[in-house]
């Protein structure tokens, strides 16, 4: 299953709303999950089940969607948002990632 | 808490076999309730998972079609821990490569290892 981000880069300003997007190539219902990840670091479970976050995680992040369309918003972006952010679909092995959106500082 | 903590050396000649270990604290490798994978992630081919293995009263594996006729991942439960040997490695297989748990009831990759970028060149 091919996962389409979009847009590859992301220019925000702090404080403001970022929505990020991903798209799967057939049906992955509501297997999806998204992944952050800093410079030098592994990619850290933010959501999943599409929409579930995980333990820890702020509430200003939040998924949404089912099939094949799904989104990341997070509401008020804070300094330490700013990553590389990858969607993943677990309906089928093998699993599959997106090729990640950079969250950059406007 | 689990954590993985990855180790294994950073440079490999072509031609050779990639050898990297993941050390498991606060599960245990012979879960029934996990499957234990590798992943790697390189700007050519971003995050690629290459394989897992697991336990459901006896072991199994799983390998990605890309990598399936050079790759072995065995769990050692003496050292409760579980390796990564990928044979004949080209430059294409240079990046970094993840060891991470993935939960059999929700399906995600819940814990990941530091990382370990292997270089293959000579």
């Known amino acids: 299953i091919l996962m389409t981000q979009s847009p590859a880069t992301l220019s925000v300003s702090p404080g403001e709303r970022a929505t990020l997007s991903c798209r799967a190539s057939?049906?992955?219902?509501?297997?999806l999950a998204w992944y952050q990840q800093k410079p030098g670091q592994a990619p850290r479970l933010l959501i999943y089940?599409?929409?579930t976050r995980a333990t820890g995680i702020p509430a200003r992040f939040s998924g949404s969607g089912s099939g094949t369309e799904f989104t990341l918003t997070i509401s008020s972006l804070q300094s330490e948002d700013f990553a590389v952010y990858y969607c993943h679909q677990y309906n089928n092995w093998p699993h599959t990632f997106g090729q990640g959106t950079k969250l950059e500082i406007k | 808490q689990v954590q993985l903590q990855q180790s294994g050396p950073g440079l490999v000649k072509p031609s050779q076999t990639l050898s990297l270990t993941c050390a498991i604290s606060?599960?245990?490798?012979?879960?029934?309730?996990?499957?234990w994978n590798w992943i790697r992630q390189s700007p050519s081919r971003g995050l690629e998972w290459l394989g897992r293995t697991y336990y459901r009263s006896k072991w199994f594996n799983a390998y990605a079609d890309s990598v399936k006729s050079r790759i072995t991942i065995n769990p050692d439960t003496s050292k409760n821990q579980f390796s990564l040997q990928l044979m004949s490695v080209t430059p294409e297989d240079t990046a970094v490569y993840y060891c991470a748990r993935w939960l059999h009831e929700e399906g995600y990759f819940d814990c990941w290892g530091q990382g370990t970028l292997v270089t293959v060149s000579s």
């Open positions: 057939q049906s992955v219902s509501s297997n």
């Open positions: 089940g599409a929409s």
């Open positions: 606060g599960d245990s490798v012979s879960t029934d309730s996990a499957a």
